[in-house]
């Protein structure tokens, strides 16, 4: 399995982009790019992964793996973490808060 810097890095490369076009088409900065094509940041967030996979016409689901936010394909828990995805954009600081204060408060009451 390549890494998510290589997958990116290839992506990118394959439809001729630099980084600064990729900064201007997607808002996140160039710095930042060149440090997820590099491995040195290992697991950006899905929104991340999200914007840069519409750009480069790649499945958001390869980028999840890549990333080890998701294990090998599975239909079900992709489908959830695409709509996540989609929607997160869109969420105000509190009510990612709110979000993430209910998945702890779900994990902790089941044990």
Not at 31 to 57: C, F, G, M, R, T
Not at 67 to 88: D, F, M, R, V, Y
Request: no cysteine; glycine share 2%.
């Amino acid at each position: 399995m390549k890494s998510l810097g290589k997958t990116l890095k290839d992506s990118r490369e394959l439809i001729s982009l630099t980084l600064r076009q990729v900064e201007e088409a997607t808002g996140i900065s160039n710095a930042y790019l060149s440090q997820l094509e590099n491995d040195k940041i290992k697991k950006p967030s899905a929104n991340v992964l999200y914007k840069l996979a519409s750009l480069y016409n790649v499945e958001l689901d390869s980028l999840l793996y890549a990333a080890g936010i998701i294990e090998q394909e599975s239909p079900q828990k992709n489908k959830l973490l695409n709509t996540i995805a989609l929607s997160a954009e869109k969420l105000t600081n509190d009510e990612e808060q709110a979000l993430l204060d209910y998945l702890k408060y779900l994990r902790f009451s089941k044990k």
